[in-house]
């Protein structure tokens, strides 16, 4: 697991809280067709995979925000890069937190 990208999707133009669920929860389902092991949390969904998948799905986040109605959008993404190694995964950093859970 070459890298690890935190992505905060924020509509800026929602019209209500509903509106912002909506937008953002249309980015979360396209994340969650890729092979990224999404995490989400409440400000930001973690995902995980090679670079270049990584890369695919943030630039994915904005165009599907649009394509949901969304005038602006802004991400802000963490990004943890490790050409020739492995990122700690979201596991190893949040697993034990959650034991018993499903
Ligand atoms: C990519 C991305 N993932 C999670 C959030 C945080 N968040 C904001 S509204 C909401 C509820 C969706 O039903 C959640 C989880 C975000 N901003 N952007």
Redesign the pocket.
Known sequence: MECSVA????PMDSASDED??RV??A??AE?QKYDVNPY??????AIEGDYDTCMEVLKK?QLVAAEAGCGQVMTYAKIDYKPNGAVLTTEKKVGKYHQGEN
């Not at 989400?40 to 969904?45: A, Q």
């Open positions: 992505i905060q999707v924020l912002t669920i953002v929860d980015v979360i994340i989400v949390g409440p400000f930001e969904t986040c």
